[in-house]
């Protein structure tokens, strides 16, 4: 099963990472390349334990929907979302916020399994897991981005 990890130091508190990546509408937005928009569930503003989310978006040039499910919530230092239903027989995506030094340490895992067996381990190799690694770095750029922008702030 392909694990997929990234890593980034952001200008920006734990409390801070952990809000906008649980924004329906920073995922929205990070995401727009491929149209991604959600369409059922929580559709806008933040995520918490249990919300589910189902999220529409073109890749490879075919139409997709996915459920997912927050099913880890440990504010502010991590949660998980799982898939539901959808493409993957099986998501698990991690996110991490650890302070370091005045900035936030944010890691994400993903665990995954492509459907029909051979022949999605056979995508997987070819193509599925670069394509889904520039995803998740293209998504971590502009959370890096947006929260940069917004700034560190000061502690007494």
Not at 1 to 7: A, K
Not at 84 to 110: I, K, L, N
Not at 118 to 141: C, F, H, K, N, Q
């Amino acid at each position: 099963m392909p694990t997929i990890v990234l890593s980034s130091l952001v200008p920006a508190t734990p409390e801070a990472c952990f809000a906008l990546s649980l924004s329906v509408d920073a995922h929205t937005a990070s995401m727009s390349q491929s149209g991604e928009r959600a369409v059922a569930g929580v559709t806008s503003g933040l995520m918490r334990l249990d919300d589910t989310v189902t999220w529409q978006a073109t890749h490879f040039r075919i139409p997709f929907r996915m459920t997912s499910r927050i099913t880890e919530y440990e504010a502010p230092r991590r949660f998980v979302d799982e898939q539901v239903s959808g493409p993957f027989h099986r998501w698990w995506h991690e996110h991490r916020f650890d302070a370091v030094a005045g900035r936030t340490q944010m890691t994400d895992v993903v665990e995954y399994e492509a459907p029909v067996g051979p022949i999605g381990r056979l995508a997987d190799r070819v193509v599925l897991t670069s394509y889904m690694t520039r995803l998740l770095e293209r998504r971590s750029r502009w959370l890096v981005e947006a929260l940069a922008a917004r700034g560190v702030p000061d502690t007494p």
